[in-house]
């Protein structure tokens, strides 16, 4: 049987993020993503394959601001 596919708010809600979020990553980090029309569509083998390689991981890491707010000597 074939796998159904998943809409924006199936995918967020299967990944615990708001659909925005899954907008960015399908144009910020290749979230495996197919357009159908005006609408976007996914198959949750893609998507959780995608996931385990690290995909919805932060770009790179970032450095901590310091809330420290020294100036002495």
Do not use: C, N
């Amino acid at each position: 049987m074939p796998e159904p596919w998943l809409s924006a708010d199936d995918v967020a809600a299967h990944l615990g993020v708001t659909k925005e979020t899954v907008y960015a990553w399908i144009a910020e980090r290749a979230m495996p993503a197919h357009k159908i029309g005006r609408l976007w569509k996914f198959q949750a083998t893609e998507v959780d394959a995608w996931v385990r390689s690290g995909g919805s991981a932060p770009a790179g890491p970032k450095q901590a601001r310091s809330k420290h707010k020294g100036g002495g000597a």
